[in-house]
């Protein structure tokens, strides 16, 4: 199923959005995400699956087969298509520098520890919720759900870092065309990437994420997941969501506070 303008709730200028959960169609690619994040902690599967990068699943190593296969992280009636979208997130998380990995798992970790305690804390302090403190539906709808963030949107904060590293310092003269090629260079890069057939997509991904990556701009495995299973048959749907999410972002961002 493909996304829908209805599907995704945008924010209020202004106001600071409730949480929204990610809408359950993302919750398996979800799983998968957290279950290769889990697998890459052992170096010697880490690399098994790095070793996949940028390469269709009929020329990736026996090991990263072994990897994704002999623990069930991926489907096992896949189409081949399906398969390489699998195969190329595995390989774009496990590419990750050593740092934003330990990162991960010492997020694990303290989620971990924290839901423990929540969980102790939950069985002693459990009270009834009052009438006053239920939920109101009408918010409940207005919050919806969330499609996480597209690479669309990933790029433009992308944009954002660059411009705002760019910026001339307060007193200095202002020479607007400083910074332009490489704020400019980055949309450049989002319309080739969005012209492109699924095996261009899975070429041009890698340098793209790791683009993003020395940026510390944060992608989200889960929707990139989704929608590189949705570009064979949805790929207009997903194009056009990806650049309204950017320049969305960017207007967005342009606004006074």
């Given amino acids: 199923m493909s996304l829908t303008t209805d599907d995704v709730g945008h924010s209020t200028p202004g106001a600071a959005p409730p949480p929204v959960p990610r809408h359950e169609k993302l919750a398996g690619h979800d799983t998968f995400v957290a279950r290769v994040r889990e697998v890459c902690d052992r170096p010697g599967t880490q690399q098994a699956l790095r ?22 992280l991926v489907p096992d009636r896949s189409s081949v298509t399906d398969k390489r979208a699998y195969y190329a ?21 303290t989620a971990d520890s924290v839901m423990n305690n929540d969980a102790v804390g ?22 919806r759900f969330s ?30 065309d400083v910074g332009k090629n490489r704020v400019s260079g980055v949309e450049q890069r989002l319309h080739l990437l969005v012209r492109q057939d699924i095996e261009g997509l899975h ?46 972002t960017l207007r967005l961002s342009q606004r006074p506070a």
Avoid: C, F, N
């Avoid at 990068?53 to 002999?70: K, N």
């Avoid at 690479?151 to 433009?156: K, T």
């Avoid at 940026?215 to 990806?242: C, F, I, K, N």
């Fill in 203 to 248: 070429r041009m991904l890698p340098a793209v994420v790791r683009q993003l990556g020395s940026a510390g701009v944060p992608v989200d495995y889960g929707r990139l997941l989704h929608d590189l299973l949705q570009w064979p048959r949805w790929r207009d749907e997903t194009v056009r969501r990806w650049l309204e999410d950017h320049y969305r």
């Fill in 122 to 143: 939950t069985v002693l302090s459990a009270e009834p919720v009052s009438p006053t403190e239920q939920p109101d539906p009408s918010q409940a709808a207005a919050a």
């Fill in 89 to 109: 997130v595995a390989a774009l998380i496990a590419a990750r520098p050593r740092a934003e990995r330990r990162a991960d798992a010492d997020a694990r970790s």
């Fill in 51 to 72: 070793a996949g990068l940028g390469r269709p699943v009929d020329e990736v190593p026996a090991r990263t087969h072994a990897a994704l296969l002999r623990g069930g």
């Fill in 147 to 176: 499609w996480g963030t597209s690479l669309g949107e990933s790029l433009a904060e992308l944009t954002m870092r660059r411009a705002r590293a760019t910026a001339p310092k307060e007193g200095a003269v202002h020479d607007p």
